[in-house]
């Protein structure tokens, strides 16, 4: 790929990688700090969940920002709001303003997401998008990964990591607002999701989805308050969830390959059933290990539960036509918003009830489920496997960065999966 549009992309891609480590420092900061709260487990569940309330409404109705502002204004306006939010929740401790400030960082993160994933689509050719794509990946998981370590530069009780955090949003700006690069075009209009189609198309994708929603959603919001239950220190807490989200982009590759070679049934029954034996090990394992093999058990956790989406938007669109693609793909992301919005709040309320190994009970009922789902499901005959692709939660958009919607209908070979698989 030549180097002049590497170039180009530079100053977009360390905007968003400076972003992403405001969010990772930011996703455990609000979890460590509730702990500290005097609030109900299901009113935390709640201010846990509002991010994710937020990015599935930003998902939806962002693209209306930047129509009326363009996307570099957008981007300012965007990450304006985030920093203003972020340093109110340092001021105001209270159930009530950090559920709505929450909504707000979580519209706001999947309007910046559009931003960058248009900005992306606009300047990638379809023979590059593969890589674009993966690049775009592995800088999001990493920013989120090594904001887990920002943790040690504060007290959580305090100001400091809010302000931090912050300043973050705020920086993320600046190469942005640097960059020469033109404005891309207008977000195309949003396909309609295809909620109905894919439940019928593949019942098994559609309860995938929402499970790995289910699950990622009580991984990153409840595993740190899961953990000082476990008696580990709030420095420990940094590189459990760094391990949870490195863990996630390790076997993303691996997991994928198989999928491509032996089918998505087959590997969703082995991540889910693994993602079961793992929480059991995780139960058991509650105040009884030191720090390092809880960080290995975790990035295994996060190993498996990461990949279930991506492989259930493979699985879901494997059997549909060229043109549903993006509708599919924005119900899947509904979905597994849906799923993440909802899990802190069942999860938050079970972990208030139960011992700390309580939170990985749910998460191995949900993985059990997904796994049982997977067993007894026979999916139909496919027109085409299509390539796995590394794929995160964040706008629609993302869907245009993937080379498959871009391919001819003409060079699309069917193939049959074997007898074993169907």
Same mark, same amino acid.
């Given at each position: 790929?030549?180097?002049?549009?590497?170039?180009?992309?530079? &100053?977009?891609? +360390?905007? *968003?990688?400076?972003? =992403?480590?405001?969010?990772? %420092?930011?996703?455990?900061? $609000? @979890?460590?700090?509730?702990?500290?709260?005097?609030?109900?487990?299901?009113?935390?569940?709640?201010?846990?969940?509002?991010?994710?309330?937020?990015?599935?409404?930003?998902?939806?109705?962002?693209?209306?920002?930047?129509?009326?502002?363009?996307?570099?204004?957008?981007?300012?306006?965007?990450?304006?709001?985030?920093?203003?939010?972020?340093?109110?929740?340092?001021?105001?401790?209270?159930?009530?303003?950090?559920?709505?400030?929450?909504?707000?960082?979580?519209?706001?993160?999947?309007?910046?997401?559009?931003?960058?994933?248009?900005?992306?689509?606009?300047?990638?050719?379809?023979?590059?998008?593969?890589?674009?794509?993966?690049?775009?990946?592995?800088?999001?998981?990493?920013?989120?990964?090594?904001?887990?370590?920002?943790?040690?530069?504060?007290?959580?009780?305090? &100001?400091?990591? +809010?302000? *931090?955090?912050?300043? =973050?949003?705020?920086?993320? %700006?600046?190469?942005?607002? $640097? @960059?020469?690069?033109?404005?891309?075009?207008?977000?195309?209009?949003?396909?309609?999701?295809?909620?109905?189609?894919?439940?019928?198309?593949?019942?098994?994708?559609?309860?995938?989805?929402?499970?790995?929603?289910?699950?990622?959603?009580?991984?990153?919001?409840?595993?740190?308050?899961?953990?000082?239950?476990?008696?580990?220190?709030?420095?420990?807490?940094?590189?459990?969830?760094?391990?949870?989200?490195?863990?996630?982009?390790?076997?993303?590759?691996?997991?994928?390959?198989?999928?491509?070679?032996?089918?998505?049934?087959?590997?969703?029954?082995?991540?889910?059933?693994?993602?079961?034996?793992?929480?059991?090990?995780?139960?058991?394992?509650?105040?009884?290990?030191?720090?390092?093999?809880?960080?290995?058990?975790?990035?295994?956790?996060?190993?498996?539960?990461?990949?279930?989406?991506?492989?259930?938007?493979?699985?879901?669109?494997?059997?549909?036509?060229?043109?549903?693609?993006?509708?599919?793909?924005?119900?899947?992301?509904?979905?597994?918003?849906?799923?993440?919005?909802?899990?802190?709040?069942?999860?938050?309320?079970?972990?208030?009830?139960?011992?700390?190994?309580?939170?990985?009970?749910?998460?191995?009922?949900?993985?059990?489920?997904?796994?049982?789902?997977?067993?007894?499901?026979?999916?139909?005959?496919?027109?085409?496997?299509?390539?796995?692709?590394?794929?995160?939660?964040?706008?629609?958009?993302?869907?245009?960065?993937?080379?498959?919607?871009?391919?001819?209908?003409?060079?699309?070979?069917?193939?049959?999966?074997?007898?074993?698989?169907?």
């Amino acid at each position: 790929m030549e180097r002049q549009f590497w170039v180009s992309i530079t &100053a977009l891609m +360390f905007s *968003i990688g400076v972003l =992403l480590l405001g969010v990772g %420092l930011m996703g455990t900061l $609000l @979890s460590v700090r509730l702990s500290f709260e005097d609030m109900s487990g299901q009113a935390k569940g709640l201010v846990l969940s509002a991010y994710y309330i937020g990015l599935v409404i930003g998902s939806q109705k962002g693209g209306w920002v930047i129509r009326q502002a363009g996307h570099i204004r957008a981007f300012a306006i965007l990450a304006a709001l985030s920093t203003v939010a972020i340093l109110l929740q340092g001021l105001y401790v209270t159930g009530v303003s950090w559920f709505l400030l929450r909504i707000l960082i979580g519209f706001s993160t999947s309007g910046i997401y559009m931003v960058v994933e248009s900005w992306l689509n606009e300047r990638a050719e379809p023979s590059n998008r593969g890589t674009v794509f993966s690049a775009y990946q592995i800088i999001t998981y990493g920013g989120i990964g090594m904001g887990q370590f920002l943790m040690h530069l504060g007290d959580p009780q305090g &100001a400091e990591l +809010f302000m *931090i955090v912050g300043v =973050l949003f705020a920086l993320c %700006l600046v190469p942005v607002a $640097l @960059s020469r690069a033109s404005n891309p075009p207008e977000p195309l209009e949003q396909a309609r999701m295809a909620l109905g189609q894919t439940w019928r198309d593949s019942h098994l994708a559609v309860i995938t989805c929402l499970g790995a929603g289910l699950l990622s959603g009580a991984a990153y919001t409840l595993i740190p308050l899961a953990a000082l239950r476990m008696n580990l220190a709030v420095s420990d807490v940094a590189p459990l969830m760094a391990g949870l989200v490195l863990g996630g982009v390790a076997l993303q590759w691996p997991i994928g390959h198989f999928s491509d070679r032996f089918g998505r049934r087959p590997l969703i029954l082995l991540v889910a059933a693994a993602t079961t034996l793992i929480t059991v090990a995780m139960v058991a394992a509650a105040g009884r290990v030191p720090l390092w093999p809880l960080v290995g058990l975790s990035a295994l956790l996060g190993g498996f539960v990461f990949t279930l989406y991506p492989l259930s938007v493979a699985l879901a669109n494997d059997s549909q036509d060229e043109g549903n693609f993006v509708g599919v793909s924005a119900a899947l992301i509904f979905l597994w918003g849906i799923g993440a919005a909802i899990s802190p709040i069942l999860g938050g309320s079970i972990l208030a009830r139960t011992p700390p190994g309580g939170l990985f009970i749910y998460m191995g009922v949900i993985s059990a489920l997904v796994a049982i789902a997977a067993l007894v499901q026979r999916h139909h005959l496919e027109r085409i496997r299509s390539p796995f692709r590394m794929m995160m939660r964040s706008a629609p958009t993302l869907v245009d960065l993937d080379p498959r919607a871009y391919e001819e209908e003409d060079s699309a070979q069917e193939t049959e999966p074997p007898e074993w698989y169907r």
